[in-house]
Nanobody, 123 residues
Framework: QVQLVESGGGLVQAGDSLRLSCAASGRSSSNYNMGWFRQAPGKQREFVAYIGWRYGSKGHANSVKGRFTISRDNAKNTLYLQMNSLKSEDTGVYYC????????????????WGQGTQVTVSS
């Protein structure tokens, strides 16, 4: 029902910035919360940020707070993640997700997932 496609990843140096985008299509008129998650090779997936689609409530993981900012453009059905002051530990595959449940850091509240985009930060 909902298709999500991430873009904007790449290889950058520590201290640089990237903006990730997530384009949504095939959506109904219902409300969807949106989130960003990331996963390094051989590591567990971790929460990065979320935003309530209707009300705009935002949350960021402590590891990225003050450096990353989640935002949305409702008219374009697009989610963004602005990443500043990137560190090598930010390296991983970044996934966007959409959910109709409660606004949460729990990935189980998100039903739809994109394919991911690679972010590599070199030191």
């Amino acid at each position: 029902q909902v298709q999500l496609v991430e873009s904007g990843g790449g290889l950058v140096q520590a201290g640089d910035s990237l903006r990730l985008s997530c384009a949504a299509s095939g959506r109904s008129s219902s409300n969807y919360n949106m989130g960003w998650f990331r996963q390094a090779p051989g590591k567990q997936r971790e929460f990065v940020a979320y935003i309530g689609w209707r009300y705009g409530s935002k949350g960021h993981a402590n590891s990225v707070k003050g450096r990353f900012t989640i935002s949305r453009d409702n008219a374009k059905n697009t989610l963004y993640l602005q990443m500043n002051s990137l560190k090598s530990e930010d390296t991983g595959v970044y996934y966007c997700a959409a959910g109709s449940g409660i606004l949460s850091i729990d990935p189980r509240q998100f039903e739809y997932w994109g394919q991911g985009t690679q972010v590599t930060v070199s030191s």
